[in-house]
């Protein structure tokens, strides 16, 4: 089982890492990791903290000249910044009085954790509730986009809309374009107007939402499991992307607009053998995003992410003060204005995450020739029944 542990705090020392259940003799080094954190850093309408971190991942275990060894993996991401909150983020006791924070944000962690928590400071919950840690989950999710690359599967994602701004995009978006641009957005008359969007926000004090479509393609037939609750592959894939801060919906394929359509422009009609492509059973279009009772259907899986604006917001809302109750502004550390663009690749990340996961379930292996070996034996079997490669029909048996 592909599993993993992030720990760490927004301004500690850094952001530890745990991964299980990589097979071993699997390709990887710190510069392919290092791309996606790249990415994770980028967009228009990030924060003053991404001028400071240039985030790393280093390898410390489970790797040994270039290749994986089968036991955990375990990555360590400095926080640069470390250096200017020693004192307020010490391990022990500080050399003065820690100021405490108290002025709750309305849309953050901060009340239900220190109630939950039984904390008088709400510094112990910003520093984890932070989106910080999703550089740990980017980084895990790029080992896991390294394994699936072993299958030919490919993982994208796009800006679709920025304060109600919309893009335009037909078909499959031109991925090169949406890596080049500011927001990530391959419509290019959207994208200035999406920039113009969070300028205005940032000059007013305030923060934007957004929603993005992450797609996965080359999927194979069968992941996930209609067996049981837990094992269907889109509820995987929803708690696994509203884990993400400030991800409020998820929806895959056409989603809520299906609900009010009839059932003959909603599911996807499956081609006979003379209209498929190099891979088998293809449908005539994928309104329902690549799942069917709770698995892939070898289709592109494709996921929809609505964001809220995020919650810490240099015009602070009114709250109220945790020792007192009283009225007070909101308190504010530096933030983002629209986190949307960098909410892609952290989605990418999270939909690796859970795809891994279900490759090695379903193929297993402990070397990655062997998971592959079991792949390609699984890809022999699942043509037309009686066809090529397809195991005989079961023999008539007698009930006894």
Same mark, same amino acid.
């Given at each position: 089982?592909?599993?993993?542990?992030?720990?760490?705090?927004?301004?500690?020392?850094?952001?530890? &890492?745990?991964?299980?259940?990589?097979?071993?003799?699997?390709?990887?080094?710190?510069?392919?990791?290092?791309?996606?954190?790249?990415?994770?850093?980028?967009?228009?309408?990030?924060?003053?903290?991404?001028?400071?971190?240039?985030?790393?991942?280093?390898?410390?275990?489970? +790797?040994?000249?270039?290749?994986?060894?089968?036991?955990?993996?375990?990555?360590?991401?400095?926080?640069?910044?470390?250096?200017?909150?020693?004192?307020?983020?010490?391990?022990?006791?500080?050399?003065?009085?820690?100021?405490?924070?108290?002025?709750?944000?309305?849309?953050?962690?901060?009340?239900?954790?220190? /109630?939950?928590?039984?904390?008088?400071?709400?510094?112990?919950?910003?520093?984890?509730?932070?989106?910080?840690?999703?550089?740990? =989950?980017?980084?895990?999710?790029?080992?896991?986009? =390294?394994?699936?690359?072993?299958?030919?599967?490919?993982?994208?994602?796009?800006?679709?809309?920025?304060?109600?701004?919309?893009?335009?995009?037909?078909?499959?978006?031109?991925?090169?374009?949406?890596?080049?641009?500011?927001?990530?957005?391959?419509?290019?008359?959207?994208?200035?107007?999406?920039?113009?969007?969070?300028?205005?926000?940032?000059?007013?004090?305030?923060?934007?939402?957004?929603?993005?479509?992450?797609?996965?393609?080359?999927?194979?037939?069968?992941?996930?499991?209609? +067996?049981?609750?837990? =094992?269907?592959?889109?509820?995987?894939?929803?708690?696994?992307?509203?884990?993400?801060?400030?991800?409020?919906?998820?929806?895959?394929?056409?989603?809520?607009?299906?609900?009010?359509?009839?059932?003959?422009? &909603?599911?996807?009609?499956? /081609?006979?053998?003379?209209?498929?492509?190099?891979?088998?059973?293809?449908?005539?279009?994928?309104?329902?995003?690549?799942? $069917?009772?709770?698995?892939?259907?070898?289709?592109?899986?494709?996921?929809?992410?609505?964001?809220?604006?995020?919650?810490?917001?240099?015009?602070?809302?009114?709250?109220?003060?945790?020792?007192?109750?009283?009225?007070?502004?909101?308190?504010?550390?530096?933030?983002?204005?629209?986190?949307?663009?960098?909410?892609?690749?952290?989605?990418?990340?999270? /939909?690796?995450?859970?795809?891994?996961?279900?490759?090695?379930?379903?193929?297993?292996?402990?070397?990655?020739?062997?998971?592959?070996?079991?792949?390609?034996?699984?890809?022999?079997?699942?043509?037309?029944?009686?066809?090529?490669?397809?195991?005989?029909?079961?023999? $008539?048996?007698?009930?006894?």
């Amino acid at each position: 089982m592909f599993r993993f542990l992030t720990a760490g705090e927004s301004h500690g020392k850094g952001l530890s &890492v745990i991964i299980d259940g990589v097979p071993a003799g699997l390709p990887l080094t710190e510069d392919y990791i290092a791309s996606d954190l790249r990415r994770r850093q980028g967009g228009y309408g990030r924060g003053r903290r991404q001028k400071i971190e240039k985030d790393h991942a280093e390898i410390r275990s489970g +790797v040994r000249h270039g290749k994986t060894l089968g036991s955990p993996i375990t990555l360590l991401l400095e926080n640069k910044d470390w250096v200017n909150w020693q004192d307020v983020m010490a391990v022990g006791e500080p050399s003065e009085e820690s100021v405490q924070v108290t002025r709750l944000r309305p849309g953050h962690a901060d009340l239900p954790g220190v /109630l939950k928590y039984a904390f008088d400071d709400v510094r112990p919950i910003l520093e984890r509730a932070s989106a910080r840690e999703t550089a740990a =989950r980017v980084a895990v999710g790029a080992v896991a986009r =390294r394994l699936l690359e072993e299958f030919g599967v490919a993982l994208h994602s796009h800006t679709i809309a920025i304060d109600g701004v919309e893009a335009n995009v037909e078909g499959e978006p031109d991925w090169e374009a949406v890596e080049a641009s500011q927001v990530r957005c391959a419509d290019k008359d959207a994208e200035p107007r999406m920039i113009a969007a969070i300028d205005a926000a940032r000059e007013d004090g305030d923060s934007l939402g957004g929603i993005v479509e992450v797609r996965a393609s080359n999927v194979p037939i069968g992941l996930g499991s209609h +067996v049981h609750w837990d =094992r269907k592959i889109d509820g995987r894939i929803a708690q696994a992307i509203m884990s993400i801060n400030a991800v409020k919906g998820v929806e895959i394929g056409i989603g809520f607009a299906g609900a009010v359509l009839r059932g003959s422009q &909603v599911h996807d009609v499956i /081609l006979p053998i003379d209209k498929w492509d190099e891979r088998p059973w293809r449908r005539a279009t994928n309104r329902l995003g690549g799942t $069917e009772g709770g698995m892939t259907n070898g289709e592109n899986l494709v996921v929809r992410v609505a964001l809220k604006p995020i919650a810490t917001l240099p015009r602070s809302l009114p709250s109220a003060d945790l020792h007192t109750g009283e009225e007070i502004p909101a308190h504010y550390e530096r933030s983002d204005v629209a986190v949307v663009p960098a909410a892609g690749v952290i989605g990418e990340a999270m /939909l690796a995450i859970v795809l891994a996961e279900a490759c090695l379930e379903k193929f297993g292996g402990d070397h990655i020739s062997e998971t592959l070996r079991n792949y390609q034996a699984y890809l022999e079997t699942i043509g037309p029944r009686g066809g090529a490669g397809s195991p005989p029909p079961d023999e $008539e048996t007698t009930e006894v």
